[in-house]
């Protein structure tokens, strides 16, 4: 039951009373709107009556950023509404403002007052208990508790987190189940103190498998030497196919046939900015004694990323080397909200160990997953990574054995996120 209060300043407050009538949804261009028809009968001095109340998302990110009344006057006064407070989980939230004013409400007038914010990270779900207070010239303030519908809630869209694997197949058991997910992985490196690049220590993480609610993985290497596959870490994100927002940060998750040539891979939404990718092979159908395929960047657009595979230390294995493979396009920034941290670094990483900091720290060392950027070396290569802390992580750009190690500066992409489950809104 929504709850109005009308206090004036040095009287009481009133009892209220307030009956939901109908809930309707109305589909109109710009976004979603939701309507909540209501009556609300209020003895208190305003006795102001919300007729129709409605929820918008203009920006298309899945959240509330407008809101619209239908006021009517029952008092015996005029009234004119000339500010707003809202309130998520009785934080205030600044940005909204009144957009439409209908102004002066006369005895018996019914007008249409506007809400709206433009600021992302002030905007409602459902998920929290939201309301609204009007403020009249008058001195009234008019409390209103929120109904969001449940459209607009925040849902499990992935997961992050970190399994040991060697040589064998191993299994991960995911703790959401998926329609149709993506797995992204990226290979911890045990220590810093040696430089893998080109030797037997080389390898690199192999999806072997990916279901509804678990993926396999073993890493490999191009090496002859049995004893160059060790336990060591590899870190994952998996994530729903679709569009989705972290608060102010877009994502787009997809799948597509990439052969070993370079092709573009078109995004299901563009972005306004060049994104931060990152992809794994889903499927492990080309496997032989060079490893698994690895996928390497070679441009990008806030509509595509130019992709191919690599096979072990062969950098074009050609157009009949085919895979599925799986990607994850982050809008570049920091969500504070979700934590989670989208950046792609200088031209200046190699196959020796460089450090990347956070910003902000992390309470707990996060879960990392970095990719070339580019090419401007053109070696098989791929990202490792190694001494994850909350301050940051070390990168090394490296080759596999059957290279001879040494390697020219690149770019890294990098998307660092708490381990767990990951929140957000999906519009697709």
Known sequence: MKLINSL???KSVHSVIAVILIIGLVISAGGKVYVLTITLLDDSTARLTVLDESYSDIDGNGMVDKIRFIIKNLGTEAEEITGI???ANDIQLTTWTITENGGILEQNAELSFTFQTVNVADQLTSNDENSITLITKRGDRVFIQLEVPESFATKVIGEAGVVAVGGTEVNVTLQNTYVDPVVVVT???????TVRSGTNAAQWPTITG??????????TTDSSDNDGVTVTNVNYI??????????NIQIVVGKATVTGQYSNVTF???FTALPIVIASPQTNNMETNNGGARTR????GGSYVTMQLEEGGNSNPGASYVETVGYIAIEAGNDPFSQIQALITADAYKHTWKAIGFDPLYLSPPIVLAH??????????YTTVADITTAGFSASTEEPPSRDGPHTNEKISFVAIPAGIILGTTTS
Request: aromatic letters at 12%; a neutral charge; hydrophobic letters at 40%.
């Open 8 to 10: 004036k300043q040095k």
């Open 85 to 87: 407070e809202v309130f």
């Open 187 to 193: 290979g911890v490196a045990n220590d810093t103190s």
């Open 210 to 219: 990916v279901g509804k609610n678990w993926f396999t993985i073993k890493q």
């Open 238 to 247: 998996v994530m729903e196919v679709g569009v989705h927002y972290l608060r």
């Open 268 to 270: 299901a939404k563009n």
């Open 297 to 300: 960047f070679n441009g990008l």
């Open 372 to 381: 070339l950027f580019g090419e401007d070396g053109s070696d098989a290569c």
